[in-house]
Nanobody, 114 residues
Framework: QVQLVESGGGLVQPGGSLRLSCAAS????????MHWYRQAPGKERELVAR???????DYADSVKGRFTISRDNAKNTVYLQMNSLKPEDTAVYLC????????WGQGTQVTVSS
């Protein structure tokens, strides 16, 4: 059974930082492209960052220079380091793995507010 379990969300002030984690099981993690998406209330789901099996990364323009995606294949975990957070980054952040099939985690809430 495939499981993606996100953690690390919470409430942070503008300008602050958070590190999200997504622990995967039931997949050959090292062969999967891993993604972080986010969805804010009333908005469409948005791709935030992606990391391929070889470690190549892509980012949404809105987070370039502030967010960093990384992976640890030994721990079957993908991370999203989020710095200089803004109120508009508030959303549920979801982990996604993709190879032959696509799997989703349950999401973790990130709230940026003073």
């Amino acid at each position: 059974q495939v499981q993606l379990v996100e953690s690390g969300g919470g409430l942070v002030q503008p300008g602050g930082s958070l590190r999200l984690s997504c622990a995967a099981s039931g997949i050959v993690f090292s062969l999967n492209v891993m993604h972080w998406y986010r969805q804010a209330p009333g908005k469409e789901r948005e791709l935030v960052a992606r990391i391929t099996s070889s470690g190549s990364t892509d980012y949404a323009d809105s987070v370039k220079g502030r967010f960093t995606i990384s992976r640890d294949n030994a721990k079957n975990t993908v991370y999203l380091q989020m710095n200089s957070l803004k109120p508009e980054d508030t959303a549920v952040y979801l982990c996604n793995s993709r190879r032959q099939f696509s799997y989703w985690g349950q999401g973790t809430q990130v709230t940026v507010s003073s």
